[in-house]
Nanobody
């Protein structure tokens, strides 16, 4: 069974850091783009970052603060989040698509989601 299993997240103070993980189960990520998305209460889901091959992209709101990376075994993608702000609060999801980053918004394979709360 193909799955994306997320870990990380939690409660952190403004200015703090968290790292999210998205691990592939039952497959490797060699030919997949992995996108990170988030959804805050009352707001639409938004794209945060994506990695496909050697290319990465970021939403303007997280550029310079978030870093997406992939482990050498190509089974896990990470989202390192630094200088967190209250507006980064939300449920974060990862998604996999073999059609590139733009296709991750309509991916059929999603992680279970993890809560990130930035609050003092």
């Amino acid at each position: 069974q193909l799955q994306l299993v997320q870990s990380g997240g939690g409660l952190v103070q403004p200015g703090g850091s968290l790292r999210l993980s998205c691990a592939a189960s039952g497959f490797t990520l060699d030919y997949f783009a992995i996108g990170w998305f988030r959804q805050a209460p009352g707001r639409e889901r938004e794209a945060v970052s994506c990695i496909s091959g050697g290319s990465t992209n970021y939403a303007d709101s997280v550029k310079g603060r978030f870093t997406i990376s992939r482990d050498n075994a190509k089974t896990t993608v990470y989202l390192q989040m630094n200088s967190l702000k209250s507006e980064d609060t939300g449920v974060y999801y990862c998604a996999a698509s073999n059609l590139g980053c733009p296709a991750t918004t309509a991916a059929r394979l999603w992680g279970q989601g993890t809560q990130v709360t930035v609050s003092s």
